[in-house]
Every structure is written in C-alpha cells, then in structure tokens.
C-alpha cells in the first residue's frame, strides 16, 4: 500500500460520489435530487420525496401510484414476528427493538436478500417501504401495552402510518389534517442528509454485499447515539431538566461552555453546517404551527427559543459556528403529536428510511468495492510470546 492519510471521523474524506443529496454547510443549502429543501417540505408528500430519492425523479401520478399500489401489497409482516416482539420487556428501548425486528424480517423474506437483478431490487425495496412502517408503529404499541394491528392501506401512506401508530381499540380513528401535515413535513426533512453517520454505516455494511434489511439494520443502530439521531430524545430530556431545575438557561449555557464539564447544548452543533441548518428554520417554524393549531401551550419550547437566543449572542457558540440542527426543534412538535419522547429517534429512523434505501441502492448500482479504510497502527512492536507461568 502507499501513502495513508489519517482523517479521525473522516473529516475531510470522501467516501463515494452521490447524485442524490446537495449540502453546502457554509451557506446553509440543502437540496434532494436538486429540490429545494424548503420547496419539498412545503409542496411534496412523504412517498414523493421517497421515490425521488430512490429513483431519481418526482414520480408522474402514475408513476406514485404504482408505487402506493405495490407497497400495499407488502404491508403485512409475517405473524411469527408478534412473537418475536413479545419477547422482549416493555422497557425495552424502541431503537434497539427497531433494529432487531427490522434484522428478523430477512429470516421471513430471505428473497430480499440477493438483489442481482433490477427486480430483486426493486422487490426489496418496496417490501422494506412497506413494512417499516408496521415495525415501527408496533414498537409504539408494544411500549403502550396496546394491542398489534395493520393499518388501512385505503388511507395514505404517512396517514396509514398514524393510525396504525394511535387508533386505540374499539375506537374510531380520524385523522387529524394538521397532525398529518406536520408529520408529512418532518419526515420529508429527514428523509436523507448525505454522508452520515448511519447513512454511512448503510452504505459500508451493503459494500460487503449483505442485504438490503441488515444494511437498514445497522443504519438504524448508528442513528440511535446521542451525538445523531439520538439527539432528539436528549434534547427534550435536557429542555425538561432545565425546566425542571428552575428554567435558568444561563446556568446550562454555562455547563455547555465549560471543557471541564461533560454537558454540550444538544441539538446544537453540526459536522458540516457553520451556519443555520435550514431544516432547523423549517421546523422551528412549524413547532410553532402545529402547538397553535393544536392549542397546545408547552413550556420547553420557551425554553429553547431562550437556548438559542442566548447562544446565537454567545461568542463561545459564534466563533464555533453552533446553530441549531434539526433535532432542536423536532422533538417539540413529536411530543405535540403524541410520540413519546423514547420514539423520537424511531421517528427520526422512519423518516430516513428512503434516504437510506436510496444510497444503498446508488451504491450497489454502481458497484462500488467495499469499504475497508486503512489505519496507522501504533501498538507495540514484534514480541517474543511468554508462556502464562512466566508472565
Ligand atoms: N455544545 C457545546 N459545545 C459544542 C457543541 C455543543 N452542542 N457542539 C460542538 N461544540 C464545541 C466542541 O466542544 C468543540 O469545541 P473546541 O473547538 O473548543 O474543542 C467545537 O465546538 C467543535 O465541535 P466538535 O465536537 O469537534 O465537532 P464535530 O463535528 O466532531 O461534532 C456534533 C458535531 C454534532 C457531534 C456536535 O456538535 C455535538 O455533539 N452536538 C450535540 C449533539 C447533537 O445535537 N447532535 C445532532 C447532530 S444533527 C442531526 C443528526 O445527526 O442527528
């Protein structure tokens, strides 16, 4: 081998080449596919975003069509996984169940796992869209103590996806517009961020051509750390814990500032954007909305405009470039929503499927090797072995 460069958190290293996400984190742009955040956020629903992601291009109604018509077809899960699920306390965090139902879906549809063929594909493909969402509405049923169901594929994707979640038995379930506009709205912005973590994670575990669900699987994993996805849950448990101690955000501020001090202001601070993550303005936004239509009044989020006021005048947060990033908000309007506060990286998880699906797909397709970085060993040098009576 020649030359290695050493990139701890690959800092500065490219992995691959991808038509898929733009993200220009000086500015504070990002596009899927060439589409505005912004515009997609506003105009599109969920299942669009998810085919132009996957495919490429804003479906044709026909086009949308076909594919709602194929993943209905794949929206049951084989009866065996109730058991599977049921094994498991009701503690259980709802990622680690997640990622250990999603891995089991391979023993119940093995024929998802060699995707030679463009038909392979696109079967594993629809059969992932379509049973995800099962998952993870019975990760949230199962944490209830509420019985499993299927949904009602006559309703929309994303509204399928809150009945399953919240129809109580004996009970009729409507849909709420404004609770399904906000969900539709948050999905689509985390649908696919490029090179992360866990999206990285996807990519490095397909490369060894394992199949589609155990890439996801491990994907999911990799979301489920406190320094990504899992950001979500902590900053409303950290919002909660200043309300709690009294709602002095100067003395967490503090803490934040503080290197000898292990506390960071969560759902501040990004690896690429050194400026406003614009998924964060969206949402801010919309957490604002969506608590007014609902009529709910929730005093964290006071508590984190008073954060990041504070922080946008802070030079310590100035001279790093630490905005807000997309979980600051996301949780606020999870919680509005009726999603328990251990769900939000399941949400996050949901809503990151198709990019997810999208850059394993982009990654077989263009058959690229696997991945295997190199490292600059530094332990010892050759050693003569001693027996253990002589060690
Ligand atoms: N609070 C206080 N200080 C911070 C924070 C924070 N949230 N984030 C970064 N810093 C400081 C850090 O201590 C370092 O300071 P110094 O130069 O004095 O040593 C400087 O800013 C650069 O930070 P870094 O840790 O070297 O940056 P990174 O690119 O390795 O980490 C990050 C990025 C997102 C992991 C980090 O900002 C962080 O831990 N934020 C809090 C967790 C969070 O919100 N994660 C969600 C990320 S966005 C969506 C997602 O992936 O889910």
Redesign the pocket.
């Known amino acids: 081998g020649g030359l290695i460069t050493l990139d701890p ?1 690959y ?1 500065n290293t490219g992995s691959c080449e991808s038509a898929i996400t733009f993200l220009n984190g000086e500015e504070g742009i990002l596009r899927y596919r060439g589409y505005a955040i912004e515009d997609l956020a506003e105009k599109a629903s969920f299942l669009e975003v998810a085919y132009l992601l996957i495919f490429g291009e804003l479906p044709t109604q026909e086009q949308l069509d076909k594919l709602y018509k194929d993943i209905k077809k794949e929206s049951v899960v084989d009866e065996e996984m109730k058991k599977i699920l049921d094994g498991f306390p009701k503690s259980a965090h709802p990622m680690g169940v997640l990622s250990s139902l999603n891995n089991a879906l391979i023993a119940f549809n093995p024929s998802s796992v060699n995707v030679d063929s463009d038909e392979d594909m696109y079967n594993a493909i629809i059969k992932l869209l379509a049973k995800f969402p099962v998952l993870v509405a019975w990760t949230l049923r199962k944490r209830n103590s509420q019985p499993l169901d299927y949904g009602d594929t006559s309703l929309g994707y994303v509204d399928n996806i809150l009945k399953m979640m919240f129809k109580k038995p004996n009970e009729e379930y409507k849909v709420d517009p404004a609770i399904s506009s906000a969900l539709n709205k948050l999905l689509i912005l985390h649908a696919d ?1 490029e090179q ?2 866990s999206t990285s994670t996807v990519r490095m575990v397909g490369s060894s051509h394992a199949g589609l669900f155990a890439s996801i699987s491990a994907g999911i994993c990799a ?1 489920w750390g ?7 849950q ?2 409303i448990e950290m919002l909660e814990g200043i309300k709690q101690d009294g709602g002095d955000t100067k003395k967490y501020m503090k803490k ?2 503080d ?1 000898e001090d292990s506390f ?8 690429v954007y050194k400026n406003f ?1 614009p998924r964060a303005k969206i949402i801010k936004k919309s957490a604002d909305e969506v608590l007014g239509n609902l009529g709910i009044e929730d005093p964290v989020l006071d508590i984190a405009k008073g954060l990041e006021k504070e922080a946008l005048e802070d030079s ?2 100035v001279d ?1 470039k ?1 905005y807000p ?4 908000y996301s949780g606020i309007i999870y919680r509005a929503l009726g999603i328990p506060t251990e769900m939000f990286t399941v949400m ?1 998880a949901l809503g990151r499927l198709p990019g997810w699906i999208a850059q394993w797909r982009e990654m077989r397709l263009r058959k690229e090797p696997i991945g295997r970085p190199r490292q600059i060993y530094i332990g010892e040098n050759h050693r003569d072995f001693k027996d253990i009576e002589s060690r």
């Open positions: 958190g800092k961020h992360n973590c979301l406190p320094l990504h996805g899992g950001a979500n902590a900053v934040a500032k290197k960071r202001l969560m759902g501040f601070g990004h690896r993550d310590y947060f790093r630490l990033n997309v979980d600051f996050f």
